[in-house]
């Protein structure tokens, strides 16, 4: 009886620690639960990569881990998932597109010099594209104004015949797309007047940004570098300064601005190892081009393949639902229990609670991070856990049918059922392992949850529900079979 | 009390239902409903607007899924859904780097909890695209609540990935519960617990994909994971069968095996009941409070409880019988 009487104080502390863990530790919410943003980037191979390593994934998650430190989201996180996949968490995030913006694209930042002879291409590129910003500048004043659209100024057959030069001609979309689409087309012909980058973001230390002094409505984006960086541009400047050729500044293969270098540079360059990027910012973009420049540019191009983004009240909607449908649940099945068994239905009832219990100490313990379909492997393992208990007293009441004591029926109902109990739940494990460790997201969560709650069940049912039903026997009072089974179920002691 | 565990009077409770004979029609219901199944399954495939054995959701294909709470004080204003899919027919979304831009017009609106909560189906959207879907609805079916909104958005490749990663998963787990099984029993246990596996899992699937051809029903990620919990759930069902069969034989009984499996199916028939009568509580909680998330997956899971016991009792205990010479 002693041994009984340790393994119940041995319980008992359990479930005290468990609680007060509980108390202080508040369990991890997933962001179907609480409300945010999920992306899912994949990593590509390009150029020489034709396999992306652990090296390169690295690689990749460290510059985009600074970018996304300067989206200044709080308690966001970046989480390597399979071999080529990134998944990042913002909670609270109702707008992912800014997010989406600065992960997606490689920032190769590159400074290069204009190729002898290409001048006038140059300049009529150029014409096009300012007048192309131009317009689509004005476009969004006259969208947020409200003002009707106002074509002063706008030369269109020049914009048709640049269209169909560049091939643009007959796609239906709005004037808008195809404004930024002849852009896109103008500024990659533009790179075209270049010599290849004799600089590049690497050597890239820090940027900021500031508004321009004659144009508080236009950005410019600061950059300085290090001494490498800072002598190549020296270099750089120096070799065109006084002649008609440009400086050029491209970002993942677009021109986005140009610059002149006076001929006071002639003999050095432009040293000291900084420089600024005016390409007609707004103070979004801007600040934009800065997190990206600051994070520095991608080993390897990523493209978002999946975004989730749930509000917070939907979330709380979800945990009431799960909640209502948990605790009604073990309600009924607490109910069933009592009355299908009894005494030792009621002590099923506390060893599940405590179940319960320590279930969720071991997600805070862990700790496994709560969500929707965790929820539902944790119901589901209730099911699970019962079972266990329905099997031993099922034998229970076998033993005492045939005419056993009491005490040996108990004994003999636990060691009975033991081995289906065992084979069940380990079926049942290997189906949670497989799910884990070759399941993604949802699914692992799942498997996650019900997989602990079929080891504690084992737990649980084979030493919580026998010591308190053990305890419980210490008492004369109780040690009766009729708290086990009707008494017309019993043999008559004279047979 | 007397020690009354002698042999003759192990089984004071007589037969509660002899299995054995009525092993025919137990295996006419399984195969018919199997069969229906898999006409279920095949017709889905042939038809040209699935051309797969389950109609794919958008976890499987890709696509942008939006859900919008509306704001209901004191009440929606009326709402068509085809009035909000002209709005998104004609939209014209903003580009996003050098990519097509997704094709709008085949919109799939749906109005949930009596026009409470709006649910468009997409083609694969950027997060800004989908933010211009939200606004160019906005007018038309808001005004929103606050914080009640999810974008869903699911690039094909992914979709590939995760179609390819719970049939691994499913295969995997069958093969460990299989080797698990040949280890801990016998093949012949193994074999049949996959029988009865498969037959709960065929009927699962086949009732979904009738769903599928008349509701169109799609099945998500969380439908493979439903169907993952059925295996493990059966095989469990069926091993605490085959528990007290294999503890009958090696006790070394001279009776047929026909009456040993009808002795342990009786003795466990209680156990199975209740188990699967408990695990349904929680999941008709979750079918009725659960929410729409968790609808059809709680469902699904029932399904599977249910047809898990019926394999469990009836088809994998009978078709052991048939190992036994039939005049033994």
């Given at each position: 009886?002693?041994?009984?009487?340790?393994?119940?104080?041995?319980?008992?502390?359990?479930?005290?620690?468990?609680?007060?863990?509980?108390?202080?530790?508040?369990?991890?919410?997933?962001?179907?639960?609480?409300?945010?943003?999920?992306?899912?980037?994949?990593?590509?191979?390009?150029?020489?990569?034709?396999?992306?390593?652990?090296?390169?994934?690295?690689?990749?998650?460290?510059?985009?881990?600074?970018?996304?430190?300067?989206?200044?989201?709080?308690?966001?996180?970046?989480?390597?998932?399979?071999?080529?996949?990134?998944?990042?968490?913002?909670?609270?995030?109702?707008?992912p597109t800014r997010a989406a913006r600065v992960l997606g694209s490689t920032a190769m930042l590159e400074f290069r010099a204009q190729k002898p002879g290409a001048e006038g291409d140059l300049?009529?590129?150029?014409?096009?594209?300012?007048?192309?910003?131009?317009?689509?500048?004005?476009?969004?004043?006259?969208?947020?104004?409200?003002?009707?659209?106002?074509?002063?100024?706008?030369?269109?057959?020049?914009?048709?015949?640049?269209?169909?030069?560049?091939?643009?001609?007959?796609?239906?979309?709005?004037?808008?797309?195809?404004?930024?689409?002849?852009?896109?087309?103008?500024?990659?012909?533009?790179?075209?007047?270049?010599?290849?980058?004799?600089?590049?973001?690497?050597?890239?230390?820090?940027?900021?940004?500031?508004?321009?002094?004659?144009?508080?409505?236009?950005?410019?984006?600061?950059?300085?570098?290090?001494?490498?960086?800072?002598?190549?541009?020296?270099?750089?400047?120096?070799?065109?300064?006084?002649?008609?050729?440009?400086?050029?500044?491209?970002?993942?293969?677009?021109?986005?601005?140009?610059?002149?270098?006076?001929?006071?540079?002639?003999?050095?360059?432009?040293?000291?190892?900084?420089?600024?990027?005016?390409?007609?910012?707004?103070?979004?973009?801007?600040?934009?081009?800065?997190?990206?420049?600051?994070?520095?540019?991608?080993?390897?191009?990523?493209?978002?393949?999946?975004?989730?983004?749930?509000?917070?009240?939907?979330?709380?909607?979800?945990?009431?639902?799960?909640?209502?449908?948990?605790?009604?649940?073990?309600?009924?099945?607490?109910?069933?229990?009592?009355?299908?068994?009894?005494?030792?239905?009621?002590?099923?009832?506390?060893?599940?609670?405590?179940?319960?219990?320590?279930?969720?100490?071991?997600?805070?313990?862990?700790?496994?991070?709560?969500?929707?379909?965790?929820?539902?492997?944790?119901?589901?393992?209730?099911?699970?856990?019962?079972?266990?208990?329905?099997?031993?007293?099922?034998?229970?009441?076998?033993?005492?049918?045939?005419?056993?004591?009491?005490?040996?029926?108990?004994?003999?109902?636990?060691?009975?059922?033991?081995?289906?109990?065992?084979?069940?739940?380990?079926?049942?494990?290997?189906?949670?392992?497989?799910?884990?460790?070759?399941?993604?997201?949802?699914?692992?969560?799942?498997?996650?949850?019900?997989?602990?709650?079929?080891?504690?069940?084992?737990?649980?049912?084979?030493?919580?529900?026998?010591?308190?039903?053990?305890?419980?026997?210490?008492?004369?009072?109780?040690?009766?079979?009729?708290?086990?089974?009707?008494?017309?179920?019993?043999?008559?002691?004279?047979? | 009390?007397?020690?009354?565990?002698?042999?003759?009077?192990?089984?004071?409770?007589?037969?509660?239902?002899?299995?054995?004979?009525?092993?025919?029609?137990?295996?006419?219901?399984?195969?018919?409903?199997?069969?229906?199944?898999?006409?279920?399954?095949?017709?889905?495939?042939?038809?040209?607007?699935?051309?797969?054995?389950?109609?794919?959701?958008?976890?499987?294909?890709?696509?942008?899924?939006?859900?919008?709470?509306?704001?209901?004080?004191?009440?929606?204003?009326?709402?068509?859904?085809?009035?909000?899919?002209?709005?998104?027919?004609?939209?014209?979304?903003?580009?996003?780097?050098?990519?097509?831009?997704?094709?709008?017009?085949?919109?799939?609106?749906?109005?949930?909890?009596?026009?409470?909560?709006?649910?468009?189906?997409?083609?694969?959207?950027?997060?800004?695209?989908?933010?211009?879907?939200?606004?160019?609805?906005?007018?038309?079916?808001?005004?929103?609540?606050?914080?009640?909104?999810?974008?869903?958005?699911?690039?094909?490749?992914?979709?590939?990935?995760?179609?390819?990663?719970?049939?691994?998963?499913?295969?995997?787990?069958?093969?460990?519960?299989?080797?698990?099984?040949?280890?801990?029993?016998?093949?012949?246990?193994?074999?049949?617990?996959?029988?009865?596996?498969?037959?709960?899992?065929?009927?699962?699937?086949?009732?979904?994909?009738?769903?599928?051809?008349?509701?169109?029903?799609?099945?998500?990620?969380?439908?493979?994971?439903?169907?993952?919990?059925?295996?493990?759930?059966?095989?469990?069902?069926?091993?605490?069968?085959?528990?007290?069969?294999?503890?009958?034989?090696?006790?070394?009984?001279?009776?047929?095996?026909?009456?040993?499996?009808?002795?342990?199916?009786?003795?466990?028939?209680?156990?199975?009941?209740?188990?699967?009568?408990?695990?349904?509580?929680?999941?008709?909680?979750?079918?009725?409070?659960?929410?729409?998330?968790?609808?059809?997956?709680?469902?699904?899971?029932?399904?599977?409880?249910?047809?898990?016991?019926?394999?469990?009792?009836?088809?994998?205990?009978?078709?052991?019988?048939?190992?036994?010479?039939?005049?033994?």
């Amino acid at each position: 009886m002693a041994r009984y009487q340790g393994w119940f104080a041995f319980v008992l502390a359990l479930a005290i620690a468990a609680g007060m863990f509980l108390l202080r530790t508040p369990l991890e919410l997933g962001l179907d639960l609480r409300g945010g943003s999920q992306l899912t980037v994949q990593v590509q191979p390009a150029g020489d990569i034709t396999r992306v390593g652990s090296e390169e994934m690295e690689a990749v998650k460290a510059v985009l881990e600074r970018r996304v430190n300067g989206l200044g989201v709080a308690e966001s996180t970046l989480q390597t998932v399979g071999d080529t996949q990134l998944v990042l968490q913002l909670p609270g995030e109702q707008d992912p597109t800014r997010a989406a913006r600065v992960l997606g694209s490689t920032a190769m930042l590159e400074f290069r010099a204009q190729k002898p002879g290409a001048e006038g291409d140059l300049r009529s590129l150029r014409q096009l594209r300012s007048q192309v910003r131009a317009i689509l500048r004005l476009r969004e004043d006259q969208a947020r104004s409200g003002d009707p659209d106002n074509n002063d100024g706008i030369d269109f057959d020049q914009l048709a015949e640049a269209q169909k030069l560049f091939g643009l001609d007959g796609e239906s979309t709005s004037e808008t797309d195809q404004l930024q689409q002849l852009l896109e087309k103008v500024n990659g012909e533009i790179v075209q007047q270049f010599e290849p980058a004799a600089l590049t973001g690497k050597d890239l230390v820090t940027a900021g940004r500031q508004p321009l002094q004659n144009n508080p409505n236009s950005w410019e984006v600061t950059l300085s570098f290090n001494s490498d960086g800072a002598e190549a541009f020296a270099e750089l400047t120096k070799s065109i300064a006084g002649t008609d050729r440009l400086l050029g500044i491209v970002l993942d293969g677009q021109a986005i601005s140009e610059a002149s270098v006076g001929p006071q540079f002639q003999a050095a360059g432009i040293s000291g190892g900084s420089a600024s990027i005016s390409g007609n910012f707004t103070a979004e973009e801007a600040r934009e081009l800065e997190v990206q420049l600051r994070g520095g540019s991608l080993p390897l191009p990523v493209e978002i393949i999946e975004v989730r983004t749930i509000g917070p009240t939907l979330g709380a909607e979800n945990i009431r639902r799960s909640l209502v449908a948990a605790l009604s649940g073990l309600a009924f099945v607490a109910v069933f229990m009592v009355v299908a068994y009894r005494l030792p239905g009621a002590v099923a009832v506390v060893a599940l609670s405590l179940y319960a219990l320590f279930n969720l100490a071991m997600y805070a313990l862990i700790p496994v991070t709560l969500t929707l379909p965790g929820i539902a492997g944790f119901i589901l393992s209730i099911g699970m856990a019962v079972d266990a208990n329905v099997l031993i007293f099922e034998r229970i009441k076998d033993e005492l049918r045939r005419g056993n004591t009491l005490i040996r029926s108990i004994d003999t109902g636990f060691s009975e059922a033991f081995s289906s109990i065992v084979d069940g739940h380990l079926t049942t494990l290997i189906s949670c392992a497989a799910l884990f460790f070759l399941g993604t997201g949802l699914v692992k969560g799942f498997a996650a949850t019900l997989g602990i709650g079929v080891l504690l069940s084992l737990f649980t049912a084979l030493t919580c529900t026998r010591t308190l039903l053990r305890f419980l026997m210490g008492y004369s009072g109780l040690r009766s079979p009729n708290n086990f089974l009707p008494n017309s179920q019993l043999p008559t002691p004279s047979a | 009390m007397v020690d009354a565990s002698s042999p003759a009077t192990a089984d004071v409770r007589q037969l509660r239902w002899s299995l054995s004979s009525m092993r025919q029609r137990v295996w006419l219901i399984s195969a018919a409903v199997v069969v229906v199944s898999l006409i279920g399954l095949v017709s889905s495939w042939l038809d040209p607007t699935i051309r797969a054995p389950l109609r794919p959701g958008l976890d499987f294909t890709g696509g942008t899924q939006i859900q919008l709470e509306r704001q209901c004080d004191p009440a929606c204003a009326d709402l068509k859904a085809i009035a909000v899919s002209n709005v998104i027919r004609e939209l014209a979304l903003p580009k996003e780097g050098n990519a097509p831009l997704p094709q709008l017009n085949a919109p799939r609106v749906q109005l949930l909890d009596a026009g409470q909560s709006l649910l468009l189906r997409l083609p694969t959207l950027s997060a800004a695209q989908g933010q211009a879907v939200i606004q160019a609805v906005e007018p038309v079916a808001g005004p929103f609540k606050d914080g009640g909104q999810s974008v869903d958005t699911i690039g094909p490749s992914l979709g590939r990935q995760l179609l390819q990663s719970s049939l691994v998963s499913l295969l995997v787990a069958f093969a460990g519960i299989a080797v698990y099984i040949s280890f801990r029993y016998d093949r012949r246990y193994a074999f049949l617990a996959l029988v009865a596996l498969a037959h709960d899992v065929v009927i699962v699937c086949g009732i979904f994909a009738w769903l599928g051809l008349f509701f169109q029903l799609e099945v998500d990620s969380l439908f493979a994971v439903a169907l993952l919990t059925i295996a493990g759930y059966s095989v469990n069902d069926t091993v605490v069968v085959f528990d007290r069969i294999r503890e009958r034989t090696q006790q070394g009984s001279d009776l047929p095996l026909k009456l040993q499996v009808d002795q342990a199916v009786s003795a466990t028939l209680t156990r199975t009941l209740y188990t699967s009568g408990t695990t349904l509580m929680p999941l008709l909680a979750l079918v009725f409070f659960g929410g729409s998330t968790l609808y059809w997956f709680a469902i699904a899971l029932a399904l599977g409880v249910v047809v898990g016991s019926w394999s469990s009792i009836a088809l994998a205990p009978s078709l052991l019988t048939l190992w036994q010479p039939q005049g033994d």
